[in-house]
């Protein structure tokens, strides 16, 4: 795997603004470049980028996004794309041939998702066939599509944690 963006549809203003910022946060830590938000709220792009600069890497947000036009674009440019939700195909069933993309986006939603997505998507994928939470959903998806392989990766520049049995060692990168 190459490159992964995330993809957050439809965030519903107050009340989605810290499941937003965790799904940022989420995305960030286990693997991905960016994300992408169709909501146009700045207070987001604002926490996440305060993150990415103190801890360091080059993630991105990217806020008031058009989905179709982003998926559209993605997709045009060789990119494949992830729809995460319980109605789809369980992931141990279909992850071997998600792990050939060398590009891929990845979409969570927030409220109701549009029929639309679920054509554009080349997979749509569950996590296991019950209702859960887009971070949980992410954070899974992300750690069997790299095998764990982003637990074990360190960020450019920043603060960095030196790992301790007790207590908490932190020190600039
Ligand atoms: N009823 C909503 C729907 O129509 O998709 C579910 C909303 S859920 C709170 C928000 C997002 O979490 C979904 O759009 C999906 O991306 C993700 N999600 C929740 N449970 C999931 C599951 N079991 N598998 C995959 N994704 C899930």
New binding site residues.
Partial sequence: MKRIVVLR?GHRPFRDQRMTTHVALAARALGAEGILLTSGDKSIEQNVDDVTKRWGGEFYVREGVNWKREIKTWKDSGGKVC??????INLPDVIDEIKDAEKLMV???????PAEVYDLADWN??????????V???AI?LDRLQEGEELKRSFKRGLKIIPQRKGKCVKRG
């Fill in positions: 549809l729809h995460l939700t319980m109605y789809g979409i969570v939603g927030a409220e109701k998702v994928v569950a996590i296991g066939q019950q209702p859960h939470s887009e949980a959903a992410l998806f």
